[in-house]
């Protein structure tokens, strides 16, 4: 199991090869929801703004990406237009982070610390809308059977919710 320290070096984890490839394949998984950054090309997208932002079908994307007000679809829309891309690069940014500094022992800065906490976020959201979590999810976890095929998926954010509240601790 992997293990998070703070030293004068800055934040340590330590991570199981399993571990590694887990965190690989989910960060991965989640640069793919995000999609490509715009093309430089794109006069409104290099300032930031979206020529056409609505809510997401998807709902992963609806949960990393609400609406800002919920009760004035043309206000969110508007506001969804300026600010959800950059907001989609900051949690691209924070994988990619995640992605490049991968490895079995692990020594962060404060600024890869907390990206690493955005990106861990965000996987969790990610897979606790797929999976349809809830307050009483460790209930319904405790009575899962090892065949049945979420197994897996609730075991990875079991471990993804501790490794990002180690990461807390330390921090903080």
């Known amino acids: 199991m992997s293990r998070v320290t703070k030293n004068q070096q800055g934040v340590r984890i330590r991570l199981e ?4 490839a887990l965190l690989r394949v989910l960060m991965e998984q989640l640069l793919g ?13 290099s300032l930031g ?10 709902p992963v994307l609806a949960r990393l990406f609400p609406d800002a007000y919920r009760d004035d679809g043309e206000a969110a829309e508007e506001f ?3 600010t959800e891309m950059g907001l989609r690069g900051g949690k691209r940014e924070a994988a990619e982070t995640v992605l490049a500094s991968l490895g079995s022992d692990v020594v962060l800065d404060d600024k890869q610390a907390q990206a ?3 990106a861990l976020n965000d996987v969790r ?8 979590i809830t307050e009483e999810w460790y209930e319904e976890a405790e009575k899962m059977s090892a065949a049945d095929p979420r ?5 990875a954010y079991d471990w993804l919710t501790a490794l990002q509240e180690s990461l807390v601790r330390v921090l903080w």
């Open 33 to 45: 929801l995000l999609g490509d950054a715009p093309g430089k090309d794109d006069e409104l997208a």
């Open 49 to 58: 703004i979206a020529e056409n932002a609505t809510m997401p079908d998807d």
């Open 125 to 132: 959201l990610a897979l606790g809308t797929r999976l349809d």
């Open 17 to 20: 090869a399993e571990e590694i």
């Open 151 to 155: 197994a897996p998926m609730f075991a």
């Open 80 to 82: 969804r237009r300026y």
């Open 116 to 118: 690493w906490l955005r």
